[in-house]
């Protein structure tokens, strides 16, 4: 099987970048996903920072048809539930996730990226992440109860062997922002209800509400993802960065389908958080992207 990018299962960083590229127009797209693709993290175990590379589906497509997934399509239009309730696309040409042990290392290879791309591509979006105790988001609640382990994780986040892709993965990602004020008036019996889950331990609730977010998101129902979600923000500005890796593109489109109300209940969790953006993303086996990039080129 081809090697995955290593650093989609690096856990354990405290600081995250996410910078979201546009290629530049009249610029070769196969010149510019080569040179997104030579990117390399620096070699260095002592305060090193991984590089997870990724692109718009139709520009990986084009430049490998043999390696790309078959009907994977970017966040190309905005998803409305019946409602009216709308998860926004804001499609981007290609992504770089940086993770590292502290932020000063990570905004160092952040700018080295960008000015190594000023010919070829544009910063479009930087969304900066850190960890919140540990493993709670800013609701107060654990997230990613429902994450497989690690040893787990390779079989739900990549593209089996034999099919287009193997080795890769399709990540969706999307900023969402907390209303703060008006989640924390709530009791802790309300927020528990809206999660579906209890603050304290993270134990599902029995019966859990249909409209919760655990059961709109059920990955006994509509499969497993592996979620790499961080912190983000300022005190009156802040959410969470949804970061979620799938073999699979159907199950993570399934899954925002229920949450705006597609075929059932609406999300309850939407009534206290409202996306912001939102992209998919091919990301492709080291091999291939070793193979597209050609020689090395470390950052910064």
Do not use: C
């Not at 382990?149 to 390779?154: G, I, T």
Request: without cysteine.
């Amino acid at each position: 099987m081809a090697s995955p990018q290593p650093g989609i299962f690096a856990l354990g960083a405290g600081s995250h970048a996410y910078l979201e590229l546009d290629l530049i127009p009249g610029v070769p797209v196969a010149d510019a996903i080569a040179q997104v693709a030579s990117l390399r993290e620096p070699r260095t175990t002592i305060g090193g920072v991984n590089l997870v590379t990724g692109f718009r589906p139709e520009l990986w497509a084009a430049v490998a048809p043999e390696a790309a997934p078959p009907g994977v399509v970017g966040f190309n239009e905005p998803l409305v539930g019946p409602g009216g309730y709308l998860l926004p696309a804001t499609q981007h040409d290609a992504v770089l996730w940086l993770t590292g042990a502290s932020y000063d290392a990570v905004f160092d290879l952040s700018r080295g990226i960008v000015m190594a791309l000023a010919e070829s591509a544009t910063l479009a979006n930087e969304m900066v992440g850190w960890s919140y105790h540990h493993d709670r988001d800013l609701t107060g609640f654990i997230d990613g109860t429902e994450n497989p382990s690690l040893v787990e994780a390779m079989g739900v986040a990549l593209i089996p062997p034999g099919l287009p892709g193997e080795g890769g993965s399709i990540l969706l990602l999307q900023q969402w922002e907390h209303d703060a004020v008006a989640w924390e008036q709530l009791p802790v019996a309300t927020q528990e209800a809206i999660i579906g889950r209890r603050k304290s331990d993270s134990v599902e609730l029995d019966p859990r509400p249909p409209e919760s977010h655990v059961a709109r998101t059920d990955q006994d129902e509509f499969g497993q993802i592996f979620r790499r979600n961080i912190a983000y923000g300022t005190l009156t500005r802040h959410g969470t960065i949804f970061v979620g890796f799938s073999r699979d593109q159907r199950i993570l489109r399934a899954m925002l389908e229920s949450m705006v109300g597609m075929g059932g209940p609406r999300d309850e969790l939407i009534t206290a958080t409202r996306p912001l953006t939102g992209g998919y993303y091919v990301i492709p086996s080291a091999d291939r992207l070793a193979l597209i990039g050609g020689e090395d080129k470390p950052a910064g």
